[in-house]
T-cell receptor, first 114, second 114 residues
């Protein structure tokens, strides 16, 4: 089992640029989650999908953020235009849809916006 | 709104000691509670998941308890080892049907002193 795979591991870009983060969930998992982790706010859920359909995007901070899941094995989180306050570690996690199953996390993308 | 608190934020203990990490939550209507471990530069690893109908779960030297009525959970680590050094986070899943959201605490950074 390869686990949840995120790319890139690190991203440094200038303010105003478009940033795309990628995630490959564990095969067979129906739910996919995008989180953001900062020292100030801890771990926050941005959006999650069930069976490729966005269920709750109330954590997406603003319209500059968008997420897609075109198929069961791939998801993207896009920030356009990026701002310095978007600097954080972004995690993707997946889980089976059944209720009492833990979420499995990727190693995250450390994003720095200059 | 569910709020999850972990105190203390940091803890240092000598190797070999038993220790307890605390987690409290404001809304007792939870579906389950999970304990995760996070190593520096890594994602979260699920340690234990306690269903709302359960009182405790055990895995090796780890034991997690749940008291829904008082809104508390503890993670007990027996015979601590330097390899246990990490940040430990608890998270609760609310009981709304079909809602997969987890609300995380801010974590306790544990250091085991050799």
């Amino acid at each position: 089992d390869a686990g949840v795979i995120q790319s890139p591991r690190h991203e440094v870009t200038e303010m105003g640029q478009e940033v795309t983060l990628r995630c490959k969930p564990i095969s067979g998992h129906n739910s996919l989650f995008w989180y953001r982790q900062t020292m100030m706010r801890g771990l926050e859920l941005l959006i999650y999908f069930n069976n490729n359909v966005p269920i709750d995007d109330s954590g997406m901070p603003e319209d500059r953020f968008s997420a897609k899941m075109p198929n069961a094995s791939f998801s993207t989180l896009k920030i356009q235009p990026s701002e310095p306050r978007d600097s954080a570690v972004y995690f993707c996690a997946s889980s089976p849809r059944q209720g009492n199953q833990p979420q499995h996390f990727g190693d995250g993308t450390r994003l720095s916006i200059l | 709104k569910q709020e999850v608190t972990q105190i203390p934020a940091a803890l240092s203990v000598p190797e070999g000691e038993n220790l307890v990490l605390n987690c409290s939550f404001t809304d007792s209507a939870i579906y389950n509670l999970q304990w995760f471990r996070q190593d520096p530069g890594k994602g979260l690893t699920s340690l234990l998941l306690i269903q709302s109908s359960q009182r405790e779960q055990t895995s090796g030297r780890l034991n997690a308890s749940l008291d829904k009525s008082s809104g508390r959970s503890t993670l007990y680590i027996a015979a601590s080892q330097p390899g246990d050094s990490a940040t430990y986070l608890c998270a609760v899943k609310i009981s709304n049907f079909g809602n997969e959201k987890l609300t995380f605490g801010t974590g306790t950074r544990l250091t085991i002193i050799p």
